[in-house]
């Protein structure tokens, strides 16, 4: 298992000097939840923040529904339906939370906060976590989530790409009055980054405006009928990304034979083993940096759509640290 010792860190003179032991007392400000509330029902030894490699931040945030609500209930739906997914992955024969430890924690309060306020609340939490040299996942809440979390993943990784699952292109301007509506998570997204750095992957519902907006930015979008198409569109995804990638996985991505617990699903959508085979791709042939799940709206008496998300939450850790015993054995550690 990962340990992360205290650090002392020393900041460059510029009009006077200062020696900060802040990583002890950042490490302070986070509490992991206990094993009956956290991310697989992890005992303590794998679950500390202190030990963990991986760190599971809940931001149940929802005020732009459009359609069906109920996504600020996500997150707990998804850790709650976690404690049933077992440790072991028999397609990587590992057990990913005993080597690097899963840290879960709180929810983020967002009281009356709303838009860029409660977005402020989750970058800066996420900052935080990055720079304690933790691998964050972020548990929403309505899309409008990732436009926080790729602000504080680019400050640590400029030259990003992001990959987004999705049924919706979510490139509006502003809907319904609002420009920070899950509708635009994706609009905003393209105003901190290239939009040419932006892969779309199972889009097919959007208006004829995004559409233009796609062709002007030069994003690159591999549309769901196109994917149904047969020709080998995972390799066209491989070849828009760069060497390392944040990825937003909106549950509606996945058709709504597997995924019927989500505000807006969309047919014709993403299968399970296609959409594995190309997470495991970039795992192998990338750097994933983080990656958010958001959108799920659980149904009261049908949970195996949270299984379902819960089981993609563990799966694109590991995916995540498919390099890790590579490179331990480079090294040899």
């Known amino acids: 298992m990962f340990a992360f ?14 020696t900060l032991t802040f990583i002890p007392n950042a490490m302070k400000k986070f509490k992991s939840l206990g094993t009956k509330q956290n991310f697989l029902a992890i005992e303590k030894g794998m679950s500390s923040f202190e030990s963990s490699k991986i760190v599971v931040v809940q931001a ?14 996500g997150p707990h739906a998804i850790i709650t339906a976690s404690q049933y997914v077992e440790f072991y992955d028999d ?3 590992r057990e990913l939370c005993k080597e690097l430890g899963i840290a879960t924690l709180p929810p983020i309060q ?33 899309h409008t989530i990732t436009q926080a979390t790729v602000a504080a993943h680019l400050k640590k990784y400029p030259s990003m790409s992001v990959i987004q699952f999705d049924a919706h292109s979510d490139l509006r301007e502003s ?3 609002n420009k920070y509506s899950h509708a635009s998570v994706m609009a905003r997204v393209c105003e901190l980054m290239d939009p040419k750095k932006i892969v779309q992957v199972g889009i097919r519902a959007q208006c004829i405006e995004e559409s233009r907006y796609i062709k002007e930015k030069g994003i690159n979008t591999f549309y769901a009928h196109k994917i ?23 549950v509606d991505g996945f058709d709504p034979s597997i ?10 959508g993403l299968f ?40 993609l939450t563990y799966k694109m850790m590991n995916y995540a640290f498919l390099k890790m015993d590579s490179a331990s054995q480079s090294t040899g550690k």
């Open 5 to 18: 010792l205290p650090t002392t860190v020393y900041i460059h003179r510029s009009e006077i000097s200062l």
């Open 60 to 73: 149940p945030y929802e005020h732009t529904v459009s359609y069906g609500g109920g996504a600020k209930r």
């Open 91 to 93: 397609e990587l024969d």
């Open 110 to 142: 967002f009281g009356k906060r709303a838009d860029a306020k409660a977005l402020r609340l989750i970058q800066e939490q996420v900052e935080q976590l990055l720079a304690l040299d933790r691998f964050v996942v972020t548990l929403g809440g309505e």
């Open 175 to 177: 809907y319904q009055g």
């Open 228 to 250: 149904r198409g047969g020709y080998n569109w995972s390799d066209g995804v491989m070849e828009s990304l760069g060497d390392e990638v944040y990825v937003t996985f909106d």
């Open 259 to 268: 995924m019927p617990s989500t505000g807006t699903p969309e047919p014709n």
């Open 272 to 311: 399970w083993a296609e959409t594995m085979h190309l997470l495991r791709r970039i795992g192998e042939q990338k750097k994933i940096i983080g990656f958010d799940v958001v959108e799920l709206a659980p149904v009261k008496g049908v949970s195996h759509p949270d299984l379902t998300a819960a089981k």
